[in-house]
């Protein structure tokens, strides 16, 4: 079946830590995105990347990195630099980038915690 | 100004009746589309029905449909015969112009169907 793999589904971090959520999608799909979610909120993007090896910030980048070096994969990075991790983070992916129906597809998300 | 608006936090509706998620939307530009989410308590995000700026008629698609009012800036999702399987989060989503990737999201409505 085709879907969107994000791992680990619970992850600790501790103070002056990077760690790293994964993110596979085998749907071949073109664009992928990174998701926070805070209790009651609705989704924040972090990052997007519409391409292999290129990808741009979204409204909350600041604290996070990530790279594209392959379609099926968008790893995000939460830094040390990011005082307030503690989220839910949902990865996700669109078809095409000029498609306007297209809706995006979720992974089952990573919930970070601060140890 | 919020670009999407859920005012309803939290929704009851019982076993098999009907019920309306209200979502307003703030743009200016004639092109963008609406997008409904369900995010059950295990977290991933169900894409559930797609609204164009142009489409003539309200979406549907099953037991949801949209009531989509133009000059209103509305997009209210409704769910006929409601199930137990429906408790979960409600998310409306804007695609805004021609950024196929800048989607903005509300804060969602938690709906409980009552037995």
């Known amino acids: 079946d085709g879907g969107i793999t994000q791992s680990p589904k619970y992850l600790f971090r501790k103070e002056g830590q990077n760690v790293t959520l994964s993110c596979e999608q085998n749907l071949n799909h073109d664009a992928m995105y990174w998701y926070r979610q805070d209790p009651g909120q609705g989704l924040r993007l972090i990052y997007y990347?519409?391409?292999?090896?290129?990808?741009q910030k979204g409204d909350i980048a600041e604290g996070y990195s990530v790279s594209r070096e392959k379609k099926e994969s968008f790893p995000l990075t939460v830094t040390s630099a990011q005082k307030n991790p503690t989220a839910f983070y949902l990865c996700a992916s669109r078809r095409g980038t000029g498609i306007s129906n297209q809706p995006q597809h979720f992974g089952d998300g990573t919930r970070l915690s601060i140890l | 100004a919020q670009k999407i608006t859920q005012t309803q936090p939290g929704m009851f509706v019982q076993e098999k009746e009907a019920v309306t998620l209200d979502c307003t939307y703030d743009?200016?530009?004639?092109?963008?589309?609406l997008f409904w989410y369900k995010q059950p308590s295990s977290g991933e995000m169900i894409f559930l029905i797609y609204?164009?700026?142009?489409?003539?008629q309200n979406a549907t698609e099953g037991r949801y449909s949209l009531n989509f009012q133009k000059a209103r800036k509305s997009a209210n999702l409704v769910i006929s015969a409601s199930q137990l399987g429906d408790s979960a989060m409600y998310f409306c989503a804007m695609r805004e112009g021609d950024n196929f990737n800048k989607f903005y999201f509300g804060s969602g409505t938690k709906l409980n169907v009552k037995p």
């Open positions: 990347s519409q391409i292999v090896n290129d990808f």
């Open positions: 609204q164009g700026s142009y489409d003539q």
């Open positions: 743009t200016s530009d004639p092109s963008y589309g």
